[in-house]
């Protein structure tokens, strides 16, 4: 009963300009993390600007958690909408400690599956980036929705295969050789895989609201 005396309630839409200005970042972030995973001299610059997104995404996220506590009339229940921010966060977050083991580790060489990773990355960005000014609207945007969410868990799924297939590729390029660059790379994996997961997460949350206001 509550969910449709609120539909017709006028709602604070500044959230979804928050939600874009912050997947925006995590766009920008996961760009960033690809250039990243070319390796190279510039390196350690990536790496920074990986930092610059994160730092700018944690500011919009304090915005929108402000906001939940300040508004009335929320365009979605308030739980989802830290739910979502936080997922959104967590993404960058993780791409964030990713750049932090390769400063720490000083890598400047990276694996094909781990680029492959890195493009995957952004395409999963990209696709949170169309999905959440959809969200205005849930119910004619339903289907392109549901599609999109559909397509990052593929995505999220495509980068535990590369996790894989990259681990056991570190494992026979170092068995006989330097242990700790297999520990340094099989890290590496560990949290861009970890990017993709919390990307998964993002996608359920998009789909626990579709569920709750169709």
Not at 66 to 86: E, G
Request: proline share 3%.
């Amino acid at each position: 009963m509550l969910r449709y005396f609120r539909a017709f309630l006028p709602r604070e839409e500044r959230f979804f300009d928050l939600f874009a200005r912050h997947a925006q970042t995590v766009v920008q972030g996961g760009q960033a993390l690809q250039d990243m995973l070319r390796g190279g001299d510039e390196t350690p610059v990536h790496c920074q600007r990986v930092s610059h997104f994160e730092a700018e995404a944690d500011g919009i996220t304090r915005e929108v958690l402000m906001a939940v506590r300040r508004t009335f009339i929320t365009p979605f229940d308030r739980v989802d909408i830290k739910n979502l921010i936080t997922a959104m966060d967590d993404a960058i977050d993780q791409m964030q400690q990713t750049a932090k083991a390769v400063i720490l580790f000083e890598v400047r060489e990276f694996e094909p599956p781990m680029r492959e990773i890195g493009s995957l990355l952004v395409e999963s960005a990209n696709l949170v980036g169309k999905a959440l000014p959809l969200m205005k609207s849930i119910g004619p945007n339903l289907q392109m929705l549901t599609a999109m969410t559909e397509e990052i868990g593929k995505l999220e799924g495509r980068v535990d295969d590369l996790h894989d297939i990259g681990l056991k590729e570190l494992f026979l390029k170092h068995r006989n050789a330097n242990t700790m660059d297999f520990i340094v790379g099989a890290e590496i994996y560990d949290h861009l895989e970890k990017v993709a997961d919390r990307f998964d997460d993002v996608a359920n949350e998009i789909n626990s609201i579709v569920i709750e206001q169709v």
